[in-house]
């Protein structure tokens, strides 16, 4: 079954200091994987995505994820988080059923970023 | 250039009743798809839409149905609404993901979402 885990509810940092939120999965085949960014009553925002090629993906905002398969992977990262970036972000997998795409979705993780 | 827009943001309904919600994608794109996302939990794939046809559906049971019109938009219907169909309803569309091409990687785009409330 194809599945995204993200292990932490919520994340705490320091504004300035680097943010990591984390993400694996499970899938058949090659994993085309995403970020998304809630925030408060809104819909999801797309940050980026890895299809293949360089396991270090850019997005926006300044964020950036790293692929690893071996680990089955795929972490968001930020060198220096800011207070704006408090928001709940989620991990997605495109799976392949039938020939056509949907995206599954983890639980979420709380990004708290403190002055 | 409009991003993917939902209508209305917010229903109230009660139990029984049956309610539609509506979505017009981002310009250039043909697939349609809708997610449900409870409280305090990540989206949950509805069905998928692709030349006014549902090409895909998730682990939903008949009372959710759906539409797409010949300009790509659509619509969501909910009949005998329960309490536990309180939730953010979110559309997406992507450009080409309904053809179902190999190794597609179109991405989707989300609205803002219609929040229904089951009373």
């Known amino acids: 079954a194809q599945s995204v885990a993200q292990p932490e509810d919520q994340v705490n940092v320091a504004e300035g200091n680097p943010l990591t939120v984390k993400c694996t999965y499970s899938?058949?085949?090659?994993?085309?994987l995403f970020w998304y960014v809630q925030y408060p009553n809104r819909g999801l925002q797309f940050l980026l995505k890895?299809?293949?090629?360089?396991?270090l993906v850019k997005g926006s905002y300044g964020f950036e994820a790293e692929f690893n398969k071996s680990q089955t992977s795929f972490h968001l990262k930020k060198p220096s988080a800011l207070v704006s970036d408090s928001a709940l972000y989620f991990c997605?997998?495109?799976?392949?059923?039938?020939?056509?795409?949907?995206?599954?979705f983890g639980a979420g993780t709380r990004l708290a970023v403190h002055p | 250039d409009a991003g993917v827009t939902q209508s209305p943001t917010h229903l109230i309904k009660t139990r029984g009743q049956q309610v539609t919600l509506r979505c017009s994608p981002k310009s250039g794109h043909d697939t349609v798809s809708w997610y449900q996302q409870a409280l305090g939990q990540g989206p949950q794939f509805i069905f998928q839409?692709?030349?006014?046809?549902?090409?895909q559906r998730g682990n939903f049971p008949d009372r959710f149905s759906g539409h797409q019109f010949p300009n790509y938009s659509s619509e969501l219907n909910v009949n005998a609404l329960l309490l536990g169909d309180s939730a953010l309803y979110l559309c997406?569309?992507?450009?080409?993901?309904?053809?179902?091409?190999?190794?597609?990687?179109?991405?989707?785009?989300f609205g803002p979402g219609t929040r229904l409330t089951v009373l």
């Open positions: 839409y692709y030349e006014e046809e549902e090409r």
């Open positions: 899938v058949s085949g090659n994993p085309y």
């Open positions: 997406a569309s992507s450009a080409g993901t309904g053809r179902g091409l190999a190794g597609g990687t179109d991405t989707q785009y």
């Open positions: 997605a997998v495109r799976a392949r059923w039938g020939g056509y795409n949907k995206l599954i």
């Open positions: 890895y299809i293949t090629g360089d396991n």
